[in-house]
Nanobody, 115 residues
Framework: QVQLVESGGGLVQPGGSLRLSCAAS????????MIWHRQAPGKQRELVAV???????DYADFVKCRFTISRENARTTVYLQMNSLKFEDTAVYYC?????????WGQGTQVTVSS
């Protein structure tokens, strides 16, 4: 089992930045892929960014060139650096860990972009 705890959300003005963190514990050696998702009110949950065990990353088109996903080598923490935030980035952001037999989610952290 893998436990995930997100932090770093908050209120930010348009154009501002936030860095989200996701701390993993438990069977972290088994984690192959870490993913950030988000869910805005009234909308479906959507994928934001992915990083695999080799450090390869991928992003949703709507965050490319604005968001950066990274992880510590020990795989205990994954970050999402969010720059040039827009109103439409307002959502609950969730961290997810995937491996063979593992699909764990964090509780989410709220990001609100407002002037």
């Amino acid at each position: 089992q893998v436990q995930l705890v997100e932090s770093g959300g908050g209120l930010v003005q348009p154009g501002g930045s936030l860095r989200l963190s996701c701390a993993a514990s438990g069977s972290i050696f088994s984690i192959s892929t870490m993913i950030w998702h988000r869910q805005a009110p009234g909308k479906q949950r959507e994928l934001v960014a992915v990083i695999n065990s080799s450090g390869t990353t991928d992003y949703a088109d709507f965050v490319k060139c604005r968001f950066t996903i990274s992880r510590e080598n020990a795989r205990t923490t994954v970050y999402l650096q969010m720059n040039s935030l827009k109103f439409e980035d307002t959502a609950v952001y969730y961290c997810r860990a995937r491996a063979i037999g593992v699909d764990s989610w964090g509780q989410g952290t709220q990001v609100t972009v407002s002037s």
